[in-house]
Every structure is written in C-alpha cells, then in structure tokens.
C-alpha cells in the first residue's frame, strides 16, 4: 500500500508524466517552474490529458495503470509510421484520455464535480483543441516564427519527450517481444526494464526506482537496456533518479497554486499558496535547466542542409540571440566557397552592427564534409562549444555558445563513429557559481542538479539529439589563475539528418565508416558496451571504469592494426610483493618498424613508444633484435605484449575472436622516444635538493649564467639587425602559444601574442632593430622572458633533462642501478660531458609532483651491453622490494618522464632520504568514498548519472598543494606535518579513479589540525611577506635573479635604446602611398579625384584608429567589442564607385591593389598604431616581402617548418641571402610532431583561491 505521508507529490507526478511521455512520445505538459496562471490554452487536449491523469494518479493508482495498459497494448496493434504526426500524438492523448475518463467515470459513480470541468461546467470537447498540421513536426512547431504562428509551447510547458519523427515504442518493445534479428537475446533475457509482460505495471516500475540513489534495475550497457536514449524510448525512461517514494496527499499540503489548481475539486487538493510547494532546490534547478537551459530552443533545419551549414547558421543565431528562422531560411546552401560565405555573413540584414563570431579557419571548413577527415592521417574536424553563467536578471542559469570549427588530432571514438557525431563542451565549475546561483543551504544542489539535467535528458542542437557520456575536470596549461572548467563529452544519439529503417533493420552498434550524412541511430549505452562491455568489467568500481572512457578520447595516431593472435599476454610474476613493471611491456622490432613506417617516422627506430591498444595503456619498449619472443599460435616477428597492469577494460585482446573491430585493436601512439635535451630545475624540486646537500651558491651562479646568456641573445639580434638572428631567437625560448596549432590558427587573422607577432615581421623580412614596432615587441618579449625568470626561478641546467622511464625487461640491472644512453652525443656548453651514456657516476632521479624528500632518489649509472639498444629512456630495475618509479612520488612506468641530473655539483652533495614510515588511510583525513561496484550499478543513467555527480566536484588538489607549500615554507620539508600532508595528496592524485573526495567540512576540519592558524604564503608566492634568507627559492628569487634582471634590463636599453628607430620609415610599406599621391598631382589630374579619394580614405582611417584607442581606453583588458568592429570597418573598405583615373579603375577591378594602398596609407598615418597591423597586417607583410626574392607559402606547411641552426649561423655569419639553395628542410617526424600539437600540462595552480568544492 502507497504512502500516505505527503512528500514531493507534485515533483513525483510531474517525472510520471515526464516518463509516460517519453515511452509513449506524447505531449502531456507539466507546469514546471511556469506560473499556471500564464496557461491560456486549458481547454487543449494536452491539457485535458492532464488533468484526467493528475485526478486518477492521486485518486486510483490502480486504475491508471489499467489505463496506460490499455493505451500500450493499443499501440502496438497498430501499424507504425515512420514519421510520428502530431494528428499521430494527438490519436493516442484521445485514447488515453478516453480510458481515463471511463475509470473515473466509475470511480466518481457519476458525480459532479470532475476535475477537468471548465468555468461553465462544460466538459471540454475535441471542438476546444486548437488543430495542427499533421506534417508540422513538433520540433518545427516549437520554434516556427513567431509572427507566424502562436504555438501551445507559448502558453504552457510540455515535458521532454523523443522527437516525433523516432519510431514508435509500442513498435520497438513488440520488435524485442518477438525477437528481431538484431537484438540480443541473452540482454533481452536479463534485462528487466525491456519486458513489458514482466508481471510489473507502470507504476511499479516507477515506484521501484524510488530508493536512497534512485537507480533503475537494468544488468547491461547493450542497446537492450541502454536507458532513455531517443532511438529507443523504451520503458527504461520511467526509471530516472529519486529520491522519494510516490505518495499520496492527504488534506494539509496542497501541490498546486495559482487558477490551475482552481480547476481541481477540493477532495483532490488544498491550496496553501507557495508555487513551488514541495519540491526541493535540486528539482527547481534541473526543472529551470529543462526550461530555460541551453538546449531549450530546438531550432528547425531542412535534413538537405550540410552539418556544417547547420552549425554556422546556429553558431549566428546564437552569438547573435535571434531566432534561426531569420539566420537562414531554405534547404540548399548555394555558397562555393567559404569567403563567399563569410562575405555573406557579414552583410547578413540581421546583424544591426553585432560583432561576428570568430571564424572558422578555412582548412577545418573545407574538411567539414563526409567523414570529416582531413588530408593528414590521424586529424579530424572537431564540433566544440561552451556554457557560460547566465547574468543576474537573464532567464536560465547556462547560455550556451559554439566555437568555431577546428581540426584536432583523432581519438578512437572519433575514427570509429565519426568526429561530426561527437560535440565536447566546457563549463565552469557548478562549485563556483556567481552569487546570483549560489545555495549556501544547499552548496551541492547545483552541482547534482546540473549532473541530473546533463545524463538524464536528451538535449536538442544541430538537428540532432544528443546525449552526454563523460566529463572531466580541464587541466590547465597555463600559470595564470583562471576559474576551473569542466569539459563534458556528448553523442549524437539521432538527428534528422540520420537514416532511419525499422527497428530490426537498424544495428545496434552503427556500423564502420558512416559518414555525416550515412549515420544511423545508436544510443549511449551502445557506445558504451561497445567500448568496454558491462559483463566483462563488472568487478570494477563506477568511478574507476568510468575514468577509461579516457582510452577512448585520448587524442593519438592511429598506427598498426594487430589481429588477436598477435597479442601475448604478460602475467604478474607471482613472487613480487609489488608490481615491478606497472605500466610497461614489450613490442617485436618488426612491429616498431611498421609503425614508424605507418606515422612516417624517419631515423632510428625509438625506444619505446607510449600508446593505447583495445583496453589496454602504457609504454611498449622495443625488445632487442635477437628475441625469442614469437606471437601466439602464428609464430611471426609482429607481437605485442599486455601485461596484467596495463590492461584496464577487459576482455584481454588475446581473448577476442576473429570478428574484432580493427578499431579496438589499432595501436594508437600517444608520444615516442625522441632525442633529449637540457632543462630547467623545477621549483617544486628546489627544497628537496637543499634537504639533501648544500647547492644554494651553484644553482646561483647557474641563476645569473641564464639571465647573462639571455641578455647575450637579444644584443646578437639587435647588432646584427637581421630577421634571420630574430626569428631564430624566438624558436629558441619557446614562450607560450608559439606551437604549429596556434600558427595556423593565428595567421588567419592578425596576432595578438608577441612572439608570434614577431615571427610574422621577421618571416616578411622586417628587420628587428630599425623597424620600430619590431623593436617595441621584441623589446616587450625581452621584459617577459625576464620577469619569467624571476618569478619562475628559471635554473638552466645544462646536464639534465626529463626523459621516458622503463623497468629492465631483461632483469640485468641490480636494485641501486639506472642504466642511461642517448641516441647521439650530448651536447655540454660547458664540455663537461660529451657522450652517448653515462657509466660510472651517480646520478639523481625525481618525479614530479614532488612533496617529500624520498622524491629524489640517488642511483649508479651503468652500462649493460644487453641494454644498449635503449636510447633516450633510462632504464630501472625490476629487482628488489620497491619498483624504483614508485618511491618517486607513488609513480609508474606507463608513461611517466621523470627528471635526471647527472651534474655532479649537484649530485655530489645529494644524500638520500627514507621513505615516509607511516601511511596515512583515507580515514584518518575525512575523504568519503563514492564508489559503487558496477554489479550493483544498475543502469547505462544510474552509471552516468553518479559518475558525473562526483566528477564535477572541483579536484581539492590545488589547496591541499597550497597547505603543503606554505608548512614546508614555516617548518620543512620534512616536518611530521609536511609529510602527513604529503599522504592525502597521494590520496588526491588518484581520488577520481578511486571515487574519494574530500569535502569542505572534512578539509576544514582536518587543515585545524595541521594549520590551527591561517599560514600565509611564502614570500617567493607573493607580496606580504618578509623573504627568508634561509629559503633556498627566497634566496634566489630576491638576493639573485631579480638583481641581475633589473641590471640586464637597463643595460639592453642603454645599449640599444627603444625610440632609437621610431622616426623610421619603411619605404617599402610607404611606396603605394606615395605612388598614389604622386599620382594625384600629375598630368591632367585637375579635377582632384584622386585627392579626393585620398583624403576621404585617410579620413576614414583616422576615424577608426581614434576608435581602437578609445576602445582600449574604456576596456584596457581583452580585445574590445569596439576594437574588433574597428578592424572589420578597416577590412571591408570598398574602392571608389566611380573616377575615370587609370588607378582608380585599377582599384576596382583590383581587390588587392585596393588594400595595398589602404594599408600602406594607414601605415603612412600611424606608423605606431598596432591598430594598422590587427586591421592591414598580413598586407604589410606581403608588401614587404616582395621588396626581395621570396615564394608563397601555404599555412600548414608553415606550421611544420623549423630554423635550422647551422643554416641560420651560414646566412648570418657569411652575409648570403635566403636563396633557394638554403631554404629550410624538416624530415617527416618533425612534421608529424609539430602538427601532433599537443603540449605538456598538468600544472597545479599554487594559489590559494578559498572556493568551496562542493
């Protein structure tokens, strides 16, 4: 029997109807956050529907299941159309009502009174539904202009349901009754959500799901059971989360307000005036998300539309925040070429001065088709987007934008099912949400409302319906403090663009090589199982399976396919108290040889190359070449091993059968063994070596040896005052955003950053000491470099380096050996060491994140012959108690690039420290555990939807880092606290793979103990505070490097003084100018048309360059709304309408000759605005790099370029020419790196922010 407790009843039937609408694909509204007083349509079909069915859910349970029986069983009698009508919907809303109306009939035995009576007491009739058109689909209804049509979406909120056009589900469960083809009948057996004869009504079902967590009953990630997907609105869609139990209200609560509830009879509900009367924070956010969120407004597309004409067009609509209906109307997109196109946007008659969004790059645009590859193997056309906080005072708590399209590297789910069914969106933190957002009584309700919305709706955008299957929290790559995002993964379950046959014709997994207009529908759970089957990972925990989806979005190239028998399986050895090769295996030489030959790799074979293959990551070594290993059953040379530790999604590819998917057992290379170079000392690595030994005076002559030798750079360019010196200069320091990735992307439009605005002038031949805004930047990235070497403590030491880490296959080395060779001979400025390995000395080991000081290890370096063929990686050994890579830091060997030091200044003075002794449980700091076994996880929702619950708290990694950094500052390093502390990061590290977390109230809680007073930040960190002579990084940062920079500073401008250049002109870039007003006074020139042009254009430019100062004045951070639509004035500058003069009417058959005198005129005015090069840069450059012998090149090849050293020392020191003779050469591995694009992150941001978690 129901409860009679009252308890959320509203919320309750509200999801009921939710469900029912989503397995019957009906349209029954909710009132939602909606005011009801604002329903004017009550008298609707919809509406009636759903006061028949609140009477009879509050009245007779019973009787209402008998009713959605019968509608279910009406259905699947009848023949399925392919499309679903509105006059289709509007036939079963009848038959429902009319089952209703009989229950209540006899329920009521006739008496007054019925909750569904109108204001004359007239029954409401089918005279009062306002009639639609059968082929208005109702996402086409919703969003139809509005001064077309007055839709019942304006008047009342109808609960989300699959689109109209999704095949019937009555159709789809009598398909999986009888048994189709392609349905599995084994999932169909255990799966109890898919049988509709199970004994268990409707409302059982719907019942059942009301427990603590609320996860439906559901044993498979197969489609059979792969819950709410729109393909398949099965009856799993009744089984969202809950956190109640259905009840029933008695006389003292009431559910509704407002004139609805007028229409209800006293004996059903009280009124007690509250709107949103039982329902708890959690439910108003997801319901306001539903309402209101950033997929609310479905917009309408013809199927004919290119994918990418779709996503321009709704990328307008929403930068633009008007309708899609008045960004384009028509099937047939009759642009040839995307200038074409953007010409159109920007004379768009909606636009009314609005900024353009920025614009795709014309690779990623002409590779938007088909199967949206690109020419270069492993790179794809990727859909981005990102959610903002909506404004105080805006409707909705998201807005939601899309990015410009892009190519990227490829990942396996992408080369499997396509990179156009893929779109990855950021969000900020729900932990830091504005003050307008924030629930201090309920910190974690918009975190798990945001997790409830995201997993258990489907969401509308691009035609296409999408559902979300991972999210991560986005490590940062730069220093800066920023606000932490989110990055959430979505699956284009269906769209309109989609084909579709009956359900037994469609399989379940879509099938290989699906283009963008060929894909089929396929659900979440599909992709899931597809990935890593539920049956074979069921031992696992939710939130460790959860975390190798990763496998599957890791961005690698995709290499060798193997066949199962090419795979040998490498056990544990059963005597190891410990792993000792966590992470590592071996790969054949002949198989390393077909991969280098797949990815165009050139040279010596690498070492080792880290990668991903079926369910298995890490590092495959390349074993020698006289091996005895020989691959399973065939006996060939091509094998890999998959050792029990690099294995992390079962089944074992060994164990699959001949019909794998290539896809799953394609070797997909994240990185490989490359020749190594010098490095900078980490700071974290700082207090551990002044633990160890007294270095303090050696690393400060190394301090100022690298401010001396920067300084030593910049007068080499500025003497010889060659572009060459200077763009070499900028490859060599490398600042950020100076990558292939940002080359392409940033010489489409003018630059921003210095380095790569220096690159630009010295590739066009300006030279850096004359030409004054060369000066001036590369006088800018001079103040950067050493302000980054102050505060960054940048030690250059020159006998380091971070290189690939390995367990000795081969057991040769002893438990204190390290073998360590390199590829060529090293190359010491100092010539202390000059040699392909290191034999005989000692060396220093550590790993970063570095917290205590056992994370610096001293071993001896040897020379083992069986080893040799290892270069560029260093070998530790297998032998002893404790792997080697774990003392470092609790590391591995599948991947990890620890730090190597074989200066013995340094390593000379080091001495060793004992591991820590106690280990702190996960107890003893207050960290929760939110992990669930998967055989007690339900369901494809109730997987996502505790997953993403937990994956959204903000990582406590960064404070808890901060804490420790100030104790090691107060005490040390190795202070008891210092080391306790140093244990919960080790819990923190892995913390979402192990689903722990540390809440605020326990991190408050704990930090008391350790830091009963509020520790302030070292002095090094920030201001406030006295430096400490006795701090090694005090004593560097203040008493070395900020000295020494501050004299290299003055020194540089003593020297070469800034304005020394800025009187300069540029005759090459003035040429056209002057040519024109030559021009203008010659001949029979008397009528003054060209001096008028001429004024009138300066006129003009002046105008916008006062208007880029002002913008910058108003708004000195970021780049202006005013400032952009500046530039965009400048660009589309038409040459005159009418003149009889030779070079006006070169001017207007001449695009180009008109921009040229534009840009050279804008320079002549303002030859020190940077306005002139963001509006007129790249003409400037082309200007003058025709002033000498020079060729056209294209931006990808551009990107893959690189100074060559001895080239550039040839033309600067022998004075030649950049003659053909001389140009550049790059080998294929160089390409392939330089377009793989990918960077090292995983930098904590040090800065205490004091944010809450939750």
Not at 107 to 117: I, K, T, V
Not at 419 to 426: E, G, I, P
Not at 588 to 609: E, H, K, Q, Y
Not at 1237 to 1244: A, F, I, R
């Amino acid at each position: 029997m129901l409860p009679t407790t009252p308890h959320r009843p509203r919320n309750d039937l509200s999801r009921f109807i939710v469900s029912l609408n989503g397995q019957f694909s009906l349209d029954i509204p909710t009132l939602g956050l909606h005011s009801p007083s604002a329903v004017r349509t009550k008298s609707s079909l919809r509406w009636r529907c759903f006061f028949r069915l609140r009477f009879l859910y509050f009245k007779d349970q019973t009787q209402l299941q008998r009713a959605v029986n019968s509608l279910e069983e009406w259905i699947a009698g009848r023949p399925t159309p392919v499309f679903l009508t509105e006059r289709d919907k509007d036939d079963r809303m009848r038959f429902l009502q009319h089952e209703i109306e009989d229950d209540v009939y006899l329920l009521l035995r006739g008496s007054p009174g019925q909750p569904w009576m109108n204001s004359n007491n007239r029954e409401l009739d089918d005279a009062d539904v306002p009639m639609l058109s059968p082929s208005l689909s109702p996402r086409k209804r919703r969003h139809c202009d509005e001064n077309e049509i007055k839709m019942e979406d304006e008047q009342f909120h109808t609960a989300p349901n699959s689109p109209s056009k999704f095949h019937s589900p009555g159709d789809r469960l009598a398909d999986l009754i009888d048994g189709p083809a392609s349905a599995n009948l084994d999932d169909l057996e255990s799966s109890q959500i898919f049988r509709p004869n199970n004994g268990n009504s409707l409302l059982q079902r719907f019942k059942q799901s009301h427990e603590p967590h609320g996860y439906p009953i559901d044993t498979s990630f197969s489609s059979a059971s792969a819950s709410s997907d729109s393909i398949c609105p099965d009856q799993s869609t009744f089984l969202h989360s809950f956190d109640t139990e259905i009840t029933v209200p008695d006389g003292t609560q009431s559910t509704y307000a407002d004139s609805i509830v007028g229409l209800m009879t006293e004996e059903t509900l009280d009124l007690d005036g509250h709107s949103h009367s039982g329902m708890t924070i959690q439910d108003r956010i997801t319901q306001e998300l539903v309402d209101c969120g950033p997929f609310t407004v479905v917009h309408p597309f013809p199927g004919k539309l290119p994918l990418r004409y779709r996503y321009e067009f709704e990328r307008l609509g929403r930068a633009w925040n008007i309708p899609l209906e008045r960004v384009y109307r028509g099937d047939v997109a009759s642009w040839k070429l995307y200038e074409d196109f953007w010409t159109w946007v920007q004379q768009h008659n909606q636009r009314h001065d609005r900024p353009l969004p920025e614009r795709t790059s014309r690779r990623a645009w002409d590779y938007a088709l088909r199967d949206f590859k690109t020419d270069i193997s492993s790179e794809v056309v990727i859909l981005t987007g990102e959610f903002n906080w909506c404004l105080a005072g805006e409707p909705g708590i998201f807005k939601f934008q899309l990015n410009p399209l892009k190519t990227e590297k490829t990942c396996r789910f992408h080369r499997r099912f396509g990179s156009d069914r893929f779109l990855t969106v950021t969000i900020p933190a729900p932990s830091r949400p504005p003050a307008h957002l924030r629930y201090d009584e309920s910190p974690s309700a918009l975190r798990e409302a945001i997790a409830q919305w995201i997993t258990q709706h489907d969401h509308y955008c691009l035609g296409r319906t999408w559902r979300a299957f991972y999210v991560e929290e986005v490590k940062s790559k730069r220093k800066i403090k920023a606000e932490p995002r989110f990055r959430i993964e979505f699956f284009a379950t269906d769209g309109l663009d989609f084909r579709h046959g009956r359900d037994h014709d469609t399989p379940i997994i879509a099938s290989a090589l699906q283009t963008s207009e060929t894909h089929t529908p396929m659900t979440v759970g599909s992709l899931l199982e597809w990935h890593m089957p539920q049956e074979a990972n069921s031992r696992q925990s939710n939130c460790k399976l959860f975390q190798r989806l990763s496998l599957g979005l890791s961005k690698t190239l995709a290499s060798v396919v193997l066949r199962p028998t090419q795979i040998v399986r490498l056990r544990d050895r059963p005597n190891w108290k410990m792993v000792m090769n966590d992470g590592c295996a071996l790969m054949s030489r002949a198989l390393a040889l077909r991969i280098c030959d797949s990815l165009g790799i050139t040279g010596p074979t690498p070492s080792c190359f880290q990668a991903r293959i079926a369910g298995a990551k890490g590092l495959w070594m390349v074993d020698r070449h006289e091996s005895s290993i020989r691959s399973f059953r065939d006996g060939d040379d091509v094998w890999l091993q998959i050792s029990d530790s690099q294995l992390k999604v079962h089944p074992h590819p060994q164990d699959l059968d001949e019909a794998f998917d290539p896809e799953q057992l394609t070797v997909e290379v994240v990185n490989w063994a490359k020749p190594l170079h010098p490095v900078d000392l980490n700071i974290q690595l700082l207090a551990i070596l002044q633990q160890g030994g007294n270095i303090k005076q050696y690393l400060a002559k190394l301090t100022r040896d690298g401010i001396e030798e920067l300084f030593e750079d910049f007068k080499h360019v500025l003497e010889s005052n060659s572009p060459i010196l200077c763009r070499s200069l900028v490859q060599k320091v490398r600042p950020p955003g100076n990558d292939g990735a940002s080359k392409i992307r940033q010489l489409e439009h003018w630059v921003m950053n210095d380095s790569e605005f220096i690159t630009r002038l010295c590739e066009a031949g300006f030279a850096p000491r004359t030409f004054w805004p060369l000066r001036k930047r590369l006088g800018q990235l001079m103040s950067w470099l050493l302000e980054r070497h102050v505060e960054e403590i940048r030690i250059h030491v020159p006998l380091s380096t971070y290189a690939y880490c390995i367990a000795d296959p081969y057991d040769i080395l002893g438990p204190d050996e390290v073998h360590f060779g390199f590829s060529t001979r090293w190359n010491d400025p100092d010539r202390q060491f000059e040699d392909t390995q290191l034999e005989g000395s000692d060396v220093l080991v550590g790993r970063l994140p570095a917290h205590v000081p056992s994370d610096i290890q001293r071993r001896k370096a040897v020379w083992k012959s069986e080893l040799r063929h290892f270069q560029d990686i260093i070998v530790f050994p297998r032998k002893g108690n404790i792997a080697l890579a774990h003392m470092l830091s609790g590391g591995d060997y599948d991947g990890d690039t620890p730090w190597i030091c074989w200066d013995q200044n340094i390593v000379q003075s080091f001495q060793n420290s004992e591991l820590p002794q106690v280990e702190f449980g996960a107890e003893h700091f207050g960290l929760t555990s939110h992990s669930l076994p998967m055989n007690k996880v339900q369901s494809t929702d109730a997987f996502l939807q505790s997953t993403f619950e937990f994956n959204l708290t903000t990582s406590s990694l960064g404070r808890c880092t901060v804490e420790h950094e100030k104790i090691a500052y107060d005490e040390s390093i190795n202070s008891p606290k210092a080391i306790e502390l140093a244990s919960l990061l080790s819990h923190l590290v892995d913390g979402r793979k192990g689903g722990v977390h540390l809440s605020e109230k326990a991190w408050q809680k704990y930090r008391k103990t350790i830091s009963p007073r509020h520790r302030l930040l070292p002095a090094y960190r920030g201001p406030g505070r006295t430096p400490k002579k006795s701090n090694i990084v005090d004593y560097l940062k203040f008493e070395v490097a900020m000295g020494h920079a501050h004299a290299i500073r003055e020194k540089l401008e003593r020297e070469f003084p800034e304005d020394q250049g800025s009187n300069w002109m540029d005759e090459d870039l003035a040429r056209p100018s002057k040519q024109a007003w030559g021009a203008s006074c010659v001949g029979n020139e008397t009528d003054g048309q060209l001096q008028q042009i001429l004024l009138g254009l300066e006129s003009t430019i002046s105008a916008l360059c006062q208007q880029w100062k002002s913008a910058f004045r108003n708004e000195p951070e970021g780049f202006p709304i005013e400032a952009r639509q500046a530039i965009e004035s400048a660009i589309s500058l038409n040459p005159p309408g009418s003149g009889s003069h030779p070079l006006i009417h070169t001017w207007q058959n001449s695009r180009e000759e008109w921009r040229r005198l534009v840009a050279s005129c804008a320079y002549v005015m303002h030859p020190h605005s940077s306005f002139i090069f963001h509006a007129f840069g790249e003409v400037l450059c082309r200007l003058k790099a025709e002033s000498v012998p020079s060729r056209t090149v294209t931006n990808d090849i551009l990107a893959c370029y690189r100074m060559n050293q001895k080239m550039v020392t040839q033309l600067t020191e022998a004075g030649l020419s950049s003659d053909d003779q001389y140009l550049d050469r790059y080998e294929g591995e160089e390409a392939i790196e330089a377009l793989m694009l990918g960077t090292e992150g995983g930098l904590y941001d040090l800065l205490e922010d004091g944010g809450n978690i939750e």
